[in-house]
């Protein structure tokens, strides 16, 4: 009878506190940002390898992860973040109550394995772990993609019209963006509101799961006790003095057999993660630390001391700002050639490298004329940079890379309008590209098309 005061005082030891699973939840959110960042430093380097497997993060991210959580749900109980707090994964027994203390107390290990979760828990629970986090990401960009561009740019946004005699394809798309412009605001916004909710009842010890989709699958969070630990040593160890299976006739028992690849080698592979988590989680916050530290900055001002930089070269573009032209011209002593000298040297093109056809550009601006946008030469509205650091309206910015702006289509059909190298005349389809899917000012191609624009705070 030594345990009937931990009975009667009504406290649960094995249930986890609220702020422990948003501390796990927090972690496990921090990954997939992280693996992204680290992606897309490495594409930067070898684009031509790995940009496929940067557009496609999210449905690798979910596969691997789909492999990960499988393994510890199996192994463990509990997830790849939840294990690393000390927490797994239970069934919910369909009883008066739903706990049976003086059985948790006296024979933990049998109430473990009654809890334990069987094969179609543990695929309900991927469902909720890998399936629901990867379907909210990406109607989350979906929703990021279109709605803004319809509120923005109003009746003149008319992609999402549905054209008469329309593919199935097409409709789908469109009801597809109707949805996330009409109704999934308010999905999203119920969403977070069940979360709270539950949050609060399992706060306040009214529920016994903290997530609606916990309750739905009939699964909810505990600590590990003795028994789990137990178990868990158990199975490593007698996988660890397991001997390799055996070799069949004219087989071998390499690394690279699938067989004994998929016996020896996977398990420790997934099992090492527990080890990579905790380093990583201290490089991230080293690295954070480093950034955000006034010793980085004052070490690397110390570094750069003594060298002068000079200023960025973008072809195309003229290398004298118009201060100096005016300089050049006034020190000319002959009249005529110090006008020539004032006007600066002529704003050439660039060529684009395949097609060898000029590339319809605009000049930047200048530091008196900085809150202008080039395009449009208004103050800028919705301040948008591009991937080579030039800002704009949005509305100018996404209609040229969409190759639909007025000044683009009236330079291709003749119009010389204000360009300095516009001395041709008639149709200029087939001599001059217009500037679609590149930079307004340097003419260079913008990863991504209008995905990939970048609003920004000014």
């Not at 973008?314 to 009249?335: F, P």
Request: proline residues 6%.
């Amino acid at each position: 009878m030594e345990y009937m005061t931990s009975i009667e005082n009504g406290v649960d030891d094995l249930k986890p506190s609220l702020f422990e699973l948003l501390s796990e939840q927090q972690l496990a959110s921090l990954i997939p940002p992280s693996l992204r960042y680290l992606l897309a430093i490495t594409t930067h380097r070898h684009p031509r390898y790995l940009l496929q497997v940067l557009n496609s993060f999210d449905e690798l991210y979910a596969i691997l992860m789909l492999l990960v959580e499988r393994h510890f749900l199996t192994s463990h109980g509990g997830g790849f973040t939840e294990n690393f707090y000390g927490l797994k994964r239970e069934r919910v027994l369909r009883i008066r109550g739903g706990e049976i203390p003086r059985a948790q107390l006296g024979a933990a290990g049998i109430v473990r394995e009654t809890l334990k979760l069987r094969r179609e828990d543990i695929w309900k629970n991927l469902a909720v772990m890998v399936g629901l986090p990867y379907l909210k990401r990406k109607l989350d960009e979906s929703y990021e993609i279109h709605a803004p561009q319809a509120t923005l740019l109003g009746p003149s946004y008319n992609r999402d019209a549905l054209p008469a005699g329309a593919s199935i394809k097409q409709r789908i798309m469109y009801y597809y963006k109707w949805f996330l412009r009409k109704i999934y605001p308010s999905v999203n916004a119920a969403y977070y509101f069940s979360l709270l909710a539950f949050n609060l009842a399992y706060l306040f010890d009214s529920s016994k799961y903290h997530s609606p989709f916990l309750w739905l699958v009939g699964t909810r969070m505990r600590r590990m006790g003795e028994a789990d630990y137990r178990a868990i040593a158990l199975a490593s160890q007698s996988a660890t003095q397991r001997a390799a299976p055996g070799a069949r006739p004219g087989q071998s028992n390499s690394i690279l057999n699938p067989r004994t690849f998929g016996a020896t080698v996977y398990p420790r592979l997934l099992s090492s993660l527990r080890v990579v988590l905790p380093a990583s989680i201290f490089v991230l916050k080293f690295l954070e630390w480093w950034h955000a530290s006034d010793f980085a900055r004052q070490l690397s001002r110390k570094a750069t001391e003594g060298l002068e930089l000079p200023p960025p070269i973008v072809s195309g573009l003229s290398l004298l700002s118009d201060h100096s032209k005016q300089e050049a011209g006034a020190k000319n002593k002959d009249t005529s050639s110090s006008k020539e000298a004032a006007k600066g040297p002529k704003h050439k093109p660039p060529i684009d490298a395949k097609t060898f056809l000029p590339i319809l550009t605009v000049p930047a601006t200048t530091h008196l004329t900085s809150n202008l946008c080039p395009i449009c030469l208004n103050p800028i509205e919705t301040a948008t940079a591009a991937q080579t650091g030039y800002v704009y309206c949005y509305t100018c910015i996404y209609r040229w890379v969409d190759g639909s702006h007025d000044r683009q289509l009236a330079f291709m059909e003749g119009g010389g309008g204000e360009e300095a190298w516009a001395e041709e005349e008639g149709s200029r389809v087939g001599r001059w590209e217009s500037g679609k899917g590149r930079c307004a000012v340097t003419g260079r191609r913008v990863l991504g098309g209008m995905d990939g624009l970048r609003r920004i705070m000014v």
